[in-house]
């Protein structure tokens, strides 16, 4: 019976041809002209887990070992998202009357916890030599990953148009380089704030080290608990941290930075986007990034009023995470070996279906990344045009 379903559910699963092993040491192939890849089952999935959550079902099937594919993970994935008629597709959107629960301040830390803190070891095997945990900004094609890393650094800097002696905010500052890159820069005072223990210890020793105490400083901090540091900011910045806020929040977020951002501030917004609200790959937010939530544009921007929040400036990079990711998968397989020493074979098919799937994401268009240069109330001093940019 689960054969015949799996069977079913095959045959509109890939954009490519391709053929499955079953855990009967049957074969069967699937589609015109010459396979691309191989699937082979080496147990039953059942049909109930399947109908459940497709995603979260074959996801745990290979973290399990239960499934092996022949052929490129990315590539595997990337033919199931070109056929619409594949699961990947059946998203389920947010009824527009649904009130989610807010993460409080102490779930939030568990969750940052179970995805940073597993160790800057760890992360250093596969990210670049600053350990920048977010997209690349590639300017040229055979950028290597730390060059395309420093480049989205000095870009993200170059939007904010920072003047020697003003103030600036990273929420969500990761391994601190942001931070200590405009403090060199620019001259500007810098506070990071993090829930992720490892990266704050990280980023207290790369203060000390490059003699930065009088300009950088960094704390242990939630976004939530920015007011209470009676402080407020000529800049603002937050790199791939609003996808940890959750639904519910993302307005009270947004209330934070207009209450800590000066008149006339600038708040550089770099996140992941969705095309529409809908409810987050369960794989992903029960194995990676729990408590995680993708918001869309339009959900982003629809406080933007009230707060008297101007939009100056918007900028899709999905194919520099596509690319980004690229590296970092390729880096993972290579250092393999040291991540062995530390973790089990379900860890390792776990951070690899993570990063490729990724990777096909943003290399279809299933998920985009935005980076929104914003003004509380009107700036008239930033340039006119984007040439700056550039130069």
Known sequence: MDKLFLEELLKNISADSFTVTFWDGTTKKFGDGEPKFKITFNKPISKKS??????????????????DFEG????????????KKSFLHNHKLLNKLFKSV?????????????????????????????????????????????????????????????????????????????ILKAAKLYNVHALGITLSKEQ???????????????????????????PKLN??????VSVGMLEHVGHANIPMYMDTVEKILKDHGVFLLHCITGLFESECNKWITRYIFPGGYIPSVREIVSSFPELDFHLVDAESLRLHYCKTLEHWASNFET?????????????I?????YLNSCAASFHYGVVDIHQFIITKDLNNELPMTRNYLYK
């Open 200 to 226: 704050y210890s990280s980023v207290q020793e790369k203060i000390k080290e490059n003699h930065l105490e009088d300009l950088v400083e960094v704390e242990y901090l939630d976004y939530r608990e920015l």
């Open 231 to 236: 402080r407020k900011f000529d800049r603002i």
């Open 102 to 178: 807010g993460t409080s301040i102490k779930d939030q830390k568990k969750d940052i916890s179970h995805h940073y803190d597993i160790g800057n070891d760890f992360y250093s095997l596969w990210l670049d030599k600053n350990l920048n945990y977010s997209c690349g900004y590639f300017k040229n094609e055979d950028d290597s990953l730390d060059q395309a890393q420093e480049n989205k650094v000095e870009y993200i800097l170059k939007k904010l148009n920072l003047k020697a002696g003003q103030t600036l905010l990273d929420i969500g500052c990761g391994w601190g380089n942001l």
């Open 50 to 67: 399947i109908l459940e959550d497709a995603s979260l079902a074959f996801g745990e099937a290979y973290m399990n070992g239960d499934i």
């Open 349 to 353: 098919r776990m951070w690899r279906l």
């Open 335 to 347: 250092h393999l070996d040291e991540v062995k020493q530390n973790f089990d074979d379900k860890f």
């Open 72 to 83: 490129s993970v990315q590539e595997i994935i990337e033919s199931i998202y070109r056929n």
